[in-house]
C-alpha cells in the first residue's frame, strides 16, 4: 500500500506531497494541473524508462519519492534486502519501504530502495508486487494473447496453479529428454570417433603398465647409469679411506686404535669413559658405511651398459605417454576413468533406444497434464465470463457479453492454450477481440470489470487508474465509481477521474490545483472534506464551483455514495 508520495519539479509540478492511504483515493483536478504527473511518478518508481522530457522546465532534476506499507517479511522485503537495502519495522508484521527515483534534465537517472541506491532493474522486480497501472495508454492491459492468459489462471485460482505446475514439471521433464536424445543423435559420429580414439589410448596405458612416479625413478638411474665410472672410483676412493685392505691406515684402524687408548685412560679416569664410548659408534658408524659403499659397488659392477639401454627404452616408452596425455599422471587417471567413459560410449545405441521409450513416455504424460490444464482453463474461463458479463449490466452494458475462448495454441512452458477475451457489445452480434469490438468508454469499462472480479479471488496490493472514466457518463460513471470502492474493499485503489460520479465514491478526495503561474506546489495539493470537496464536486459537474445546482447534485452524489443502499446495490451487482 503506497502510504504518501512526494514530487518534486516533475511536469508542471514543482513541490507536492500526495497523501494516501487506504482505501479509495481519486485524484481531480483542472485540466493541465498534473493529475496524470501522479501515474507518471508512480511509474517512475516503478522502474518505467525515465524521460528527461518529464523535468520541469528550468530545473535541474525531477524526484520522486514514495512510502509503502508491506510486510516486513516476505518476497518484497527480501527483494530489498538482496538489494542492500531495508524495510524498517513498524512492530505489527508490517514495515514501511522507502522508494526514490530522480531524473536529471540530461535524462540520467538514479533509484533508492529502502535507503540505499539499486538500478532502476530492482524497482521493476518490485512492481509486479506492489502496484498494478492502468493509463491512459495501456487501457486494455489485456492487449496481449499472454497478458489475457495470466489473467484467467489468476481468475481460476488453486485449481488452475496446480494443474499448471503438473504441466510445466512434466513439460520440463520432456524437454530435458528430448535435448538428451537430440543431441545423442547429432553427436552421434563425433561420439564414435572419440569412443574409438580412447579404446587406442587405453591399449597403448594398459600396455605400457606405467607405475606412479616411474618417469621420475627412470630419469635418476639413466643419471646413475650414464656415470658409472666416475661413481665407481668415488665410492672405491671413499672405501678405501675408511677400510683399506693394504697396509695403509685407513679410518676404521684409527679409530678402532684410539678407542682402545681411551678404554686403558678409563681404568685411571671414568670421564674418559664415555669419550671412549663414542669412539667405539664411530668405530660402527665408518663400518657401516664402509659396507654400504661396498654394497653400491657391487651394484655398480653388476650394471652395465645393456641396462641402461633397456632404462632408455621404458623411458622411450613413457615419454610416448606423456607426450599423448600432457603427463604421466594424467595417463594414469585416464586409466582409472576411461574405462567407465567408453562404456557409456558404447551404450549409446540402448541409451538412444531408452531415451526414445522414456522420451515418449513423457510425452504422454505431458499431453495428459496439458488436457487437464485445459480443461481446467475452460471451467475458470466459462465463470470468468459470466462473472464479468454480470459487471458489465451494472456498468450500464446491459445487453454486452463477454466471452472467455481457449483455443489450441503453440505449445509452451504456459501450456497449449491460446486465451482470447472477447466482447459481443449487443445482441445478434459476433464476439470479437475487446480491442476490436469495444469503444473507448466501452473499453475502460470491461477493464474496470475484468479487475473487479478477478480482485475478487486474487487481490493485488494497489490499483491505480488514470482516468478509467474515460468516455463515459451518467449512470455508467455512477457505476464505475461503485465498481472502484468495491475494488477497494480488498485493495488501494488510487484514480485520476475528472468526473464527480466516480470522486463521490472516494474514502479519500485530493484536488490538484494549478497556481496562477501555471506551476503547482505543496499547497496547491489538498485532501478535501465538508464543503470544499463539495464544491470541488460542483467544479467537477458543471464547471462552476459555486453553483447552487451543482453544489446540491454534488451533495446528493455524496449521500447516495455514502449511504449503505448505494453499498448494497453495489454489492448485490
Known amino acids: 500500500m503506497i502510504e504518501e508520495m512526494r514530487l518534486r519539479d516533475l511536469g508542471v509540478i514543482a513541490e507536492a506531497t500526495l497523501p494516501i492511504g487506504p482505501g479509495f483515493t481519486a485524484i481531480t483536478g483542472e485540466t493541465g494541473a498534473g493529475k496524470t504527473m501522479v501515474v507518471t511518478g508512480l511509474g517512475l518508481l516503478l522502474g518505467q524508462r525515465a524521460d528527461s522530457g518529464a523535468v520541469r522546465s528550468g530545473a535541474p532534476q525531477a524526484s520522486v519519492d514514495g512510502v509503502w506499507i508491506v510486510p516486513d517479511d516476505g518476497a518484497v522485503a527480501d527483494r530489498v534486502r538482496e538489494a542492500g537495502g531495508d524495510v524498517e519495522p513498524l512492530g505489527d508484521g508490517r514495515g514501511e519501504l522507502f522508494l526514490g527515483r530522480s531524473i536529471s534534465s540530461e535524462g540520467r537517472s538514479r533509484a533508492s530502495v529502502g535507503g540505499r541506491a539499486a538500478p532502476a532493474g530492482v524497482l521493476v522486480d518490485l512492481a509486479d508486487e506492489l502496484v498494478v497501472v492502468h493509463g491512459q495508454s495501456d487501457q486494455l492491459r489485456l492487449r496481449s494473447a499472454t497478458a489475457q492468459r495470466d489473467a484467467l489462471d489468476r481468475f481460476g485460482g488453486a485449481p488452475v496453479e496446480k494443474a499448471l505446475a503438473a504441466y510445466r514439471a512434466e513439460y520440463e521433464r520432456w524437454r530435458a529428454l528430448d ?53 665407481r672410483l668415488a665410492a672405491a676412493t671413499a672405501h678405501d679411506a675408511l677400510s683399506g685392505e693394504d697396509d695403509a691406515p685407513d679410518a676404521a684402524a684409527l679409530v678402532a686404535e684410539a678407542r682402545r687408548v681411551l678404554d686403558r685412560g678409563a681404568q685411571r679416569d671414568s670421564a674418559l669413559a664415555a669419550l671412549a664410548e663414542q669412539a667405539a659408534d664411530v668405530g660402527y658408524r665408518i663400518a657401516d658405511l664402509a659396507a654400504g659403499l661396498a654394497g653400491y659397488l657391487a651394484d655398480l659392477d653388476e650394471s652395465g651398459p645393456h641396462e641402461l639401454a633397456a632404462v632408455e627404452d621404458r623411458r622411450a616408452v613413457l615419454g610416448g605417454l606423456v607426450r599423448a596425455h600432457g603427463s604421466l599422471d ?32 513423457a510425452a504422454s504424460a505431458l499431453d495428459a497434464a496439458a488436457a487437464a490444464l485445459t480443461a481446467v482453463r475452460e471451467e475458470a474461463a466459462a465463470r470468468l465470463a459470466a462473472a464479468v458479463t454480470d459487471e458489465l449490466r451494472a456498468l450500464a452494458m446491459p445487453d454486452a457479453r463477454v466471452v472467455v475462448a481457449v483455443s489450441a495454441g503453440a505449445e509452451t512452458a504456459a501450456g497449449r492454450d491460446d486465451v ?85 465514491f472516494a474514502t479519500n478526495h485530493l484536488s490538484v490545483v494549478k497556481a496562477s503561474d501555471g506551476s503547482v506546489t505543496a499547497s496547491d495539493v489538498r485532501r478535501l472534506e465538508g464543503a470544499d470537496r463539495e464544491a470541488e464536486m460542483a467544479r467537477l459537474l458543471s464547471g462552476m464551483p459555486d453553483s447552487e445546482a451543482a453544489l446540491m447534485h454534488a451533495r446528493e452524489l455524496l449521500q447516495l455514495a455514502s449511504s449503505p443502499a448505494g453499498t448494497a446495490r453495489s454489492a448485490r451487482r
Not at 340 to 359: C, F
Not at 476 to 485: C, D, M, P, S
Request: charged residues 30%; proline residues 4%.
Open 179 to 231: 535435448r538428451e536424445l537430440t543431441s545423442l543423435a547429432a553427436d552421434r559420429d563425433a561420439r564414435a570417433r572419440e569412443a574409438e580414439d580412447l579404446r587406442a589410448a587405453l591399449a597403448d596405458i594398459e600396455q605400457a603398465d606405467p607405475q606412479p612416479g616411474e618417469d621420475v625413478e627412470l630419469a635418476q638411474r639413466a643419471e646413475r647409469l650414464a656415470n658409472a665410472e666416475e661413481l
Open 420 to 504: 482470447a477475451i472477447l466482447l459481443a457489445p449487443h445482441p445478434g452480434a459476433e464476439p470479437r477481440a475487446v480491442s476490436k469490438g469495444a469503444s473507448g468508454g466501452e473499453l475502460s469499462r470491461v477493464m474496470l470489470a475484468i479487475e473487479v472480479v478477478i480482485a475478487g479471488v486474487d487481490p493485488v496490493p494497489t490499483f491505480v487508474f488514470d482516468e478509467v472514466d474515460a468516455g463515459i457518463g451518467g449512470a455508467a460513471a455512477i457505476e464505475v465509481g461503485r465498481r472502484l470502492a468495491r475494488l477497494a474493499e480488498a485493495s488501494q485503489v488510487i484514480a485520476v477521474t475528472h468526473l464527480a460520479q466516480v470522486a463521490a
Open 330 to 361: 594424467e595417463a594414469l587417471a585416464l586409466l582409472a576413468t576411461g574405462s567407465a567413459r567408453l562404456a557409456e560410449l558404447d551404450d549409446d545405441g540402448s541409451r538412444i533406444e531408452r531415451l526414445t521409450v522414456e522420451r515418449a513416455d
